[in-house]
């Protein structure tokens, strides 16, 4: 805990002395014009990102409950997602980006996008091919047992994770935070949270809790699509 707080306050005096080497000013009223924009734009976003942190916990302590093995192989699956994300993270964040600075050919940009995440996706199956099973193996040993199948729901829910960025990057980049927040938690508790707690595959496995996740970021992107068709 001591370790986040003290590279927080680095991280601080730095951007403390940067701005006292090239002389800018701190004045209330920009001040309080980033906290008004800060709290309209962040909140959302942390109420968002806050939903899906309590529904990974409930995931944890779902399969905890039914096999502490499921609960290893989950952190295996999603450090070696984790990894595999930072591509598309930076993907909807630069789209994000443009959006934001541009205020024509919205649905062009968004359609470009679409075909950056695909040559983007196109390209991590190259090594993942070649990898194969060797891909869960390098992250976690032999946690995670050889699955063909796991492999295929990895690709899925990087594909889903993407279209989900994608969206919400390009939604934010025009300033629409609260209603693709609101779609996410919505889908989230009225679907996957009850199908965790009502359903229960035979036999158990990580690869039918991963593919209902990524079905339900499919249902987000379709929805945040839809939004996007309807604001241009």
Known sequence: MCYFGLTELIAFL????????????????????????TLTLGLPIAAGLGGQKVYFYLLNERLAILDLRL???????????????????TLS?????YISKTTHHHIR?????????????????V???LLNNALFALIGGATLPPSPSLLTVLLFFLVSNGLMSLTM???RGMHDTLMPQLVVNLII????APALYFITPDPLNLTWYMTL???????????????????H
């Open 14 to 37: 730095a951007l403390a002395k940067l701005s006292a080497d090239r002389s800018l000013e701190f004045r209330l009223f920009f001040c309080s014009k980033t906290v008004r924009q």
């Open 71 to 89: 609960v290893a192989e989950l952190a295996v699956f999603m450090t070696l997602a984790g990894v595999l994300l930072i591509p598309y993270v």
């Open 93 to 97: 964040q630069a789209h994000s980006l």
């Open 109 to 125: 940009a968004y359609r470009n996008g679409l075909v950056g995440l695909t040559m983007l996706t196109a390209a991590l199956l």
């Open 127 to 129: 090594p993942g091919l």
């Open 169 to 171: 990057g390009h939604l």
């Open 189 to 192: 508790f009225l679907t996957l």
């Open 213 to 231: 996740q990524s079905l339900a970021l499919l249902g987000i992107w379709a929805v945040l699509t839809a939004r996007i068709a309807i604001l």
